[in-house]
């Protein structure tokens, strides 16, 4: 424990002097009385209550004016309570294959809208990051509470080149709580060539130190892409493999991966930049992807099923201790102490003290 003014616990000092005084007060009553008064007529003249009576609204009250001098400091301490611990990477592919107009206005669009719904139904206690990916991925909000600052980086998304799901990954991974010096896997990192870190500089977010990855709570990485995944970190690997990879990474760190695929069966025919190409829908990557972590690809991502995963993401309860001033208990306890005192004293005495 704690104290914010622990100067003011020498206030605690005037509890045995108070008591000291009431002391002295009862033995010059007791004195006075032997003096101005006959011994054999006090006894039938003065009734004294049983001393229970006396000493229990008294310890009532010195307790309470004890608690009140000790809330004065301000303690500070550390109970066990329930924390939402749900964190999740919303990771929204920004590819220029993205801009295929099968959903309106095109697919990008779709995709930020459906990230925008899914924070608005997300418990408001839950973190939630942002990143965004293409050749490589970014990481644009760490997991926070703050919605606006979410809503606000999911405005500036902006179509970029190809498609690399497992750096989005990946870097969704490390985003989460306790994951930030994880090192990716060595497969997907090309011989000879040191690939740049997007969270250099970027702060891990507060844990307990040293936990097994599966004490870890649980976290989620939500893919909003339409599947199609033609970059990899390491051009010498099939992009399946790559894929495989990514996903086992994160099941080993305790991380679910759920998506949101973006297109209509088909695939669509986009301009871009003058020119007319075919765009492919493969929302089987995406499932397999979810499978082989224990999450779930849902398509089409209607409001019902927004609120469904964001319901199953959003609470993670730990019991964990949060710095709590508890002043105001003490108060309130000490403010109880003395309607009981003043009860009993009512009761017994017929007088409140």
Do not use: C
């Amino acid at each position: 424990m704690s104290f914010t003014w622990p100067a003011l616990l020498r206030l605690l000092l005037l509890v045995p002097l108070f008591v000291g005084f009431l002391l002295w007060i009862q033995r010059r009553r007791a004195q006075t009385a032997k003096a101005f008064a006959d011994a054999r007529l006090l006894e039938a003249v003065v009734r004294r209550p049983p001393k229970a009576h006396e000493r229990w609204p008294l310890a009532l009250q010195l307790l309470a004016l004890f608690l009140l001098l000790f809330a004065a400091a301000r303690p500070v301490a550390s109970p066990p309570l329930p924390t939402n611990k749900a964190a999740i990477v919303l990771a929204v592919d920004t590819s220029r294959s993205m801009l295929a107009p099968d959903l309106n206005p095109n697919r990008l669009e779709a995709a930020k809208a459906t990230a925008r719904k899914f924070i608005e139904l997300a418990p408001p206690t839950t973190q939630i990051g942002l990143v965004s990916f293409s050749d490589s991925a970014s990481a644009l909000v760490l997991p926070t509470t703050d919605r606006q600052k979410l809503l606000e980086a999911i405005e500036r998304l902006k179509p970029a080149q190809n498609t690399s799901i497992e750096n989005a990954i990946i870097t969704g991974v490390r985003m989460l709580p306790g994951r930030r010096d994880l090192k990716p896997p060595a497969e997907l990192q090309p011989p000879g060539l040191q690939q740049p870190d997007p969270l250099q500089g970027v702060p891990d977010l507060p844990l307990p130190q040293a936990q097994n990855p599966k004490e870890l709570p649980s976290g989620s990485v939500v893919i909003l892409s339409d599947g199609a995944s033609n970059v990899s970190s390491n051009p010498g690997l099939p992009t399946r493999s790559s894929l495989e990879i990514a996903a086992r990474f994160a099941k080993e760190h305790n991380v679910k991966l759920f998506a949101f695929p973006m297109g209509q069966q088909g695939g669509a025919v986009a301009q871009i930049e003058g020119r007319n190409y075919y765009i492919p829908f493969e929302p089987r990557n995406l499932e397999q992807l979810a499978q082989a972590t224990g999450g779930k690809s849902v398509f089409p991502p209607t409001e019902e099923s927004l609120r469904a995963i964001a319901r199953e993401l959003g609470t993670v309860i730990r019991w964990e201790g949060t710095q709590t001033e508890i002043s105001f208990l003490l108060s309130a306890l000490a403010a109880l102490l003395m309607v009981v005192a003043a009860g009993l004293s009512l009761r017994w005495q017929r007088r409140v003290p």
